[in-house]
């Protein structure tokens, strides 16, 4: 009779540390409860330990433990960046062979707004929850929202200026006072903090924060009025990506003054280019205190 064996705890052919190992797109349903609110989501779960040069495999059903002793036992969470290091460090006491695991939480957050025509409107975003547990006690954490809206290329507004200027001449002083034509792209944006210790911050003003500086979320639901404000809204403030990760930095920055100097602010932006094959992409990551260093320490929240 063949025994069974622990296979994982082996040696490997090739004594290498890993440094990322694990399992990906884990789906529960979580319950958060904060601020006097409570929400139920679908989270999907990504969850990495580290695994010595000695052994040949992690012991992945582990982390499946992990996630049902963590959620289903607690029942309700109060983020998905406090979910995330709860998990972290509970897979860290069930591999002692690990010194280090990492946990990314996405969901997807259904949020009630109100649209140009002040209906009722639901706009969907994406809640990313990230941290890290080191056997030594230190730890990160992070929380991030990811939004779409539309924007304007300024560059494509600019030479349509020159041009109509160029084909209707004495018009120029209008021309100067209104948007003129451009393309408009639907941009997606992701922005947050890294960095947090016990501070919390709220998704609901990443949101906010991030919409100002678009020409306003995509609603399903547009009337005539509605579509035309929107789209000069969009072309009122013609944006790079370069323009967005940059302004949105800043109101973080100043929103968040009170977090530590240390936190460290994430943006990047995306847009799905109407008139190139390809998107164009920017990134940045700044710490707080480098941006009230740049821009003062008064606050303006947005």
């Known amino acids: 009779m063949i025994d069974l064996v622990d296979v994982q705890s ?7 540390p890993i440094g990322e190992v694990g399992v990906k797109g884990i789906r529960y349903p979580i319950r958060i409860e904060r601020s006097g609110r409570s929400i139920n989501l679908t989270a999907s779960i990504n969850i990495f330990a580290d695994i010595p040069s000695s052994r040949k495999g992690a012991d992945f059903s582990r982390n499946i433990e992990a996630i049902n002793e963590v959620i289903l036992a607690e029942k309700v969470t109060d983020g998905v960046e406090s979910l995330a290091l709860k998990l972290a460090r509970k897979v860290l006491e069930k591999l002692p062979y690990s010194n280090r695991c990492s946990v990314e939480i996405e969901a997807e957050y259904l949020r009630e707004t109100r649209d140009h025509g002040d209906r009722v409107a639901v706009i969907p975003s994406v809640l990313v929850g990230k941290a890290s547990a080191s056997r030594d006690g230190n730890y ?3 929380l991030w929202a990811r ?21 209707n001449p004495g018009n120029d002083d209008l021309l100067r ?13 992701t922005l947050g903090i890294d960095g947090l210790r016990e501070e919390e911050i709220e998704a609901d003003d990443l949101i906010s924060i991030g919409e100002s500086s678009l020409g306003g979320p995509l609603y399903s639901l547009l009337k005539r009025e509605d579509e035309g404000k929107m789209v000069y809204r969009a072309h009122s403030n013609p944006m790079f990506v370069e323009d967005i990760v940059r302004e949105l930095a800043v109101k973080i920055g100043k929103f968040y003054s009170n977090l530590p100097e ?12 109407s008139i190139h094959p390809h998107n164009a992409y920017a990134r940045v990551s700044i710490t707080i205190g480098d941006i009230l260093k740049i821009t003062g320490k008064e606050t303006d929240p947005q």
Do not use: L
């Open 10 to 16: 082996g040696k490997p052919k090739f004594q290498i």
């Open 140 to 142: 990160r954490k992070g």
């Open 147 to 167: 939004i779409k809206g539309i924007t304007a290329c300024p560059c494509a507004m600019e030479t349509t200026r020159a041009i109509i200027s160029r084909e």
């Open 177 to 189: 006072r209104i948007p003129s034509i451009s393309h408009n792209q639907r941009n997606t944006i």
């Open 262 to 273: 240390s936190s460290v602010i994430e943006v990047s932006s995306e847009s799905e280019e």
